[in-house]
C-alpha cells in the first residue's frame, strides 16, 4: 500500500500495490498508473479543494485500501459468464471463491448473484476456459471517510473508464462549489449538510 503527499489539501491516491495474484488481476494498479493519472487531475489548479480530498484506487473487491471510506474510492470489477457448455464440473472455481457464491447443479457451475461481487477470480482459475470475461466496469464510493468518524462512501457503478475521470472531475468542481467551511469540512461534511441527492444534482448538471 502506498500512500503520497502533494500539497496540505490533496493527498495522491492510496492503492493496493499488489504482488503474486494482485499484479496478475490488475497490473494497472499494481504499476501505480492509476495513481500517476489521478495526481495529475488533482494538481490542476482548477480542482485545488477546500479542505484535504484522499481518493483510493484498488483492482478488485478485495477493498484492501478501503475505497468506501475515502473522498472518492474506486474499485476494479470483472463482469463474468459461465459457459456451461464447456464446464467440466472440475470444483476449481468453487474453490477459489471466497464468497461461496458458485455451486454445482447437475454436472455444471452455477453462480449465486446475490453472492458473487464480480472480483473474476473464478476466471482466472477454470482450467477449461469455461468462465469469461465479459465486460469491466468500476464501483465508486463517494463522500467517505475515516478518523474521528467513518464515513461509507454512496455507491455509483461505472461501465466504463470513459465514465471515471469525468465524474471525479465533477465531483472536485462541486466539492469546490458547495463546501462551506474551507479547511474545515470535508466532502463528507458537505454531503452530509446538503444531502446526496442535490450534491449529485449539482455534480450531474456539470458541463466538462
Do not use: W
Not at 503520497?4 to 492510496?14: A, G, M, V, W, Y
Not at 483510493?56 to 473522498?71: E, L, Y
Amino acid at each position: 500500500m502506498l500512500t503520497f503527499q502533494d500539497t496540505p489539501k490533496l493527498t495522491s491516491p492510496c492503492l493496493r500495490k499488489g504482488r503474486g495474484t494482485c499484479h496478475e488481476v490488475c497490473p494497472r494498479v499494481s504499476s501505480g498508473r492509476y495513481q500517476i493519472e489521478i495526481r495529475e487531475k488533482l494538481k490542476n489548479e482548477i480542482y485545488t479543494t477546500p479542505y484535504k480530498f484522499k481518493p483510493a484506487v484498488t483492482g478488485c473487491p478485495n477493498q484492501c485500501v478501503r475505497p468506501n471510506i475515502h473522498d472518492f474510492g474506486i474499485m476494479g470489477l470483472k463482469y463474468t459468464k459461465i459457459n456451461e457448455d464447456k464446464c467440466e464440473n472440475c470444483g476449481r472455481c468453487n474453490e477459489v471463491c471466497k464468497k461461496e457464491a458458485i455451486s454445482y447443479d447437475e454436472g455444471v457451475a452455477k453462480r449465486n448473484t446475490d453472492l458473487c461481487v464480480t472480483c473474476g477470480n473464478c476466471s482466472k482459475a477454470c482450467p477449461y476456459d469455461a468462465i469469461e470475461i465479459t465486460g469491466i466496469g468500476y464501483r465508486v464510493f463517494i463522500g467517505g471517510k475515516s478518523g474521528r468518524e467513518t464515513v461509507e462512501g454512496k455507491e455509483i457503478n461505472l461501465t466504463s473508464e470513459e465514465e471515471l475521470y469525468p465524474l471525479l472531475e465533477k465531483v472536485l468542481i462541486a466539492y469546490n462549489k458547495l463546501a462551506d467551511k474551507p479547511q474545515r469540512e470535508r466532502l463528507a461534511a458537505t454531503i452530509q449538510r446538503i444531502g446526496y441527492d442535490k450534491f449529485m444534482e449539482e455534480v450531474n448538471s456539470i458541463q466538462l
